[in-house]
């Protein structure tokens, strides 16, 4: 027995509401991020990702006033990402009560935010989210670069090569998004999940696509990821947070009962 | 009656949830402080700490706190909470940021997990020690009341507690290495985890903090 592997649901927040849709049995404003990732809290979720999706930056306030709730009701570590790009932006997410923030784009444009704010606020809560699609060599040979703005933008980045980059500037995490696989609720892309779990040291986060729990067992068992994170089949009420760790645990993942 | 307790605030990292958990279980008065005469006139203090180690014990200094600490350990005789770095910072000496001094107010090495680092089996452990792990006590303390034995708390640290007088060692927890995961001695209890951040266990600890007397 050892560490265990977490479940983390995922909130996306939209000018402090949570979109895509939410629907717990007994909640009456679903869309509540507060309200919601309460319940999360209560069911026995590991974490707690947070990410703003909300355009302007005028509106940005209302993502901290919502950290800032949440924080003061939930106590397991919350992450927020999405429009992440200064450390200013860092600092003022950590103050709100985030204990992590993902980096994502502006890692991308800036490196050296990465290793800056690992070295100011330390490692610990430096998550850098990689957004990863399949792009085969011409043998054939598989490979995955970074995309930007939701999938539509090529980079010309290796994504195995740049988790190792972050890892090495500092990040302490990261949160891997398979591109190809968001949205599709056909399990994980376990190739990149794979690779990138074996190219670094640092904790890696598996993203996109979960539509069952076996993807959540093979995320880990054959993707080695050590954590997984959904939104859907958790906000929908298919299955709960405990459903999902008894269901890992049959499968002898180890994980917090 | 928890009476005030006051989290000791040297400028590095959110405080914040340590406050809120502390008011969420019952605390009477918190306070996010470095101010001296607030220190002094508290029942409990809680020691916290995260980020590098060499920018903390740089700030602990400036600002005194580490005698303020020492004041309410020794002086004040008040129960004390020490958290994750603010642990870190009392041992002897770090491994961090290629070797840093702290306080020395419990002889002992804060040490690299080392890399590769590996569990029995032979599979590889990532560093940072993130997340939900198993913490044994070893020792019957009042601050492990309520708490199961091997109940998990979440963890997140790179660098690990190893205290020259094992006797003090009140929990611990196996990640590649045995890490000190807590220590007691006297009216100090010290947690390289986050009770702030795990969940009901983590809770239970910091009520059962601010119902203790400070005497083992």
């Not at chain 1, 779990?197 to 054959?222: F, K, M, R, W, Y």
């Not at chain 2, 590649?176 to 006297?186: E, H, T």
């Amino acid at each position: 027995m050892g560490l265990a592997r977490r479940i983390i649901p995922c909130l996306d927040v939209d000018r402090g509401r949570v979109v895509k849709g939410v629907n717990f049995v007994g909640i009456r404003d679903a869309g509540d991020p507060v309200e919601i990732a309460m319940r999360y809290n209560e069911q026995g979720a590991d974490e707690i990702t947070f990410l703003d999706i909300t355009a302007s930056h005028e509106e940005r306030d209302t993502t901290v006033h919502t950290v800032e709730q949440i924080a003061e009701h939930v106590f397991i570590p919350l992450t927020v990402g999405g429009g992440i790009r200064s450390v200013g932006d860092i600092r003022s997410m950590l103050n709100a009560g985030a204990d992590k923030v993902s980096i994502n784009t502006a890692a991308i444009h800036n490196p050296e935010l990465v290793r800056e704010s690992a070295q100011r606020f330390g490692s610990q809560c430096i998550v850098v989210a990689i957004d990863a699609k399949r792009v085969d060599d011409v043998d054939g040979q598989p490979r995955w670069e970074i995309f930007t703005h939701g999938g539509r933008k090529p980079t010309g980045i290796d994504a195995v090569q740049w988790a190792r980059k972050m890892a090495e500037l500092g990040a302490g995490e990261i949160l891997l998004t398979s591109m190809d696989r968001d949205g599709t609720k056909n399990g994980f892309e376990l190739g990149v999940t794979r690779a990138i779990t074996d190219a670094v040291e640092i904790p890696v986060i598996a993203s996109g696509g979960v539509g069952n729990l076996d993807h959540l067992v093979q995320g880990v068992i054959e993707g080695g990821a050590d954590a997984v994170l959904a939104a859907s089949i958790f906000h929908f009420g298919e299955y709960t947070v405990p459903q999902a760790k008894a269901y890992m645990a049959e499968h002898g993942i180890e994980v917090r009962l | 009656m928890s009476g005030v307790v006051a989290v000791i605030d040297y400028g590095m990292g959110n405080l914040h949830s340590v406050a809120s958990a502390l008011q969420h279980v019952g605390a009477d008065k918190v306070l996010v402080t470095h101010d001296a005469d607030e220190i002094r006139r508290a029942d409990r203090v809680v020691f916290p700490g995260v980020g590098a180690i060499r920018d903390c014990m740089a700030e602990i200094r400036r600002l005194k706190c580490d005698e303020l600490l020492a004041q309410a350990l020794t002086e004040q005789h008040v129960p004390v909470l020490a958290i994750c770095v603010g642990l870190q910072a009392m041992l002897t000496r770090s491994e961090e940021n290629g070797g840093v001094d702290c306080l020395d107010m419990i002889p002992g090495e804060v040490r690299y997990f080392g890399n590769p680092l590996q569990d029995a089996a032979g599979r590889r452990l990532k560093v940072p020690h993130m997340g939900w792990n198993e913490v044994r006590q070893v020792t019957a303390h009042p601050l492990w009341q309520g708490i199961d034995d091997g109940a998990r708390f979440y963890f997140v640290h790179s660098y690990y507690v190893h205290a020259r007088e094992r006797e003090l060692v009140a929990g611990s927890v196996d990640y590649g290495v045995s890490i000190d995961a807590a220590l007691a001695r006297d009216n100090l209890f010290a947690v390289q985890f986050h009770p702030e951040k795990s969940a009901d266990a983590g809770l239970q600890l910091l009520r059962n903090f601010i119902a203790w007397d400070g005497a083992a």
